[in-house]
């Protein structure tokens, strides 16, 4: 049984003092309930706020939104997975589409980071995810295929297993236009698939997806009851503490 995950990307967004007043609102919201993994992922400046306010929980947990591969050194703007460890952070996304877009990242640099990350013990959530025009031409499935074999280079199947890939379809996220949930359900079993012929069929059970773009209370019921979906990595609604909660809630079935 793969545990929901579901993850919020706060993205470029909240200062300290949102942070603290988000989670107040956040924990009266979830209650005690820990059927599903909650990940707060700050942008790098509220990362310390939250792991202090989160450390009290067994079902909250802190990720980062990003890292470099290197261990130290002359990389000014960067920081690296052992300074995340140092604030108790124990996810990271890497290859987000924001940061394939944005900032270049190719499968190779989220292949370095990801080997990076688990060298550090810090579980990469890794985002794949094809772009509108890819998916009209017919090409999720290649597309797909590639950045897996790409940037989950090398991995062992350990590693593979503490792996979170997250299945973010380019023309969802931020939109309001949501994958199906049948669309979703299709691409994760296509990745689990995949996962089976590179690594083994075992591994690929226990690997957790994630769908993320435009995820809201309305849509996390559909979604969460489809067998290839694990959790998800939430942005715009997760800004909200009560709907983020509702998401929470929504995924374990109530
Ligand atoms: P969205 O973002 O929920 O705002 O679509 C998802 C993401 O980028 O991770």
Not at 91 to 96: C, E
């Amino acid at each position: 049984m793969r545990k929901k995950i579901i993850a919020a990307n706060w993205k470029m967004n909240m200062s300290c003092a949102e942070a603290a007043a988000y989670l107040e609102i956040l924990f009266r919201e979830l209650g005690q309930d820990e059927e599903v993994e909650v990940v707060i992922i700050p942008p790098f400046t509220a990362i310390s706020k939250v792991s202090e306010l989160v450390s009290h929980s067994q079902q909250v947990k802190v990720g980062a939104q990003n890292m470099y591969f290197e261990k130290a050194g002359a990389f000014t703007g960067e920081v690296s997975a052992a300074m995340l460890r140092e604030l108790f952070v124990r996810y990271v996304v890497l290859g987000h589409s924001e940061r394939r877009a944005i900032f270049g990242e190719s499968d190779e640099t989220v292949n370095k980071k990801t080997r990076a990350a688990h060298e550090a013990v810090l579980k990469p959530i890794v985002c794949i995810g094809e772009t509108l025009t890819e998916r009209e031409a017919g090409k999720v499935e290649e597309v797909l295929e590639r950045q897996i074999r790409g940037s989950l280079a090398g991995l062992g199947a350990k590693e593979m297993t503490e792996t979170v890939l997250a299945y973010e379809p380019v023309w969802a996220i931020g939109t309001g236009r949501t994958a199906s949930p049948a669309q979703a359900q299709e691409a994760h079993a296509f990745i689990r698939k995949t996962i089976a012929a590179v690594w083994d069929a075992p591994t690929a059970e226990k690997v957790r997806i994630q769908y993320g773009g435009s995820v809201k209370p309305e849509n996390t019921a559909s979604l969460m009851s489809q067998p290839d979906i694990d959790g998800a990595l939430v942005g715009g609604a997760s800004l909200d503490p009560r709907a983020f909660a509702q998401i929470v809630q929504h995924s374990a079935g109530k």
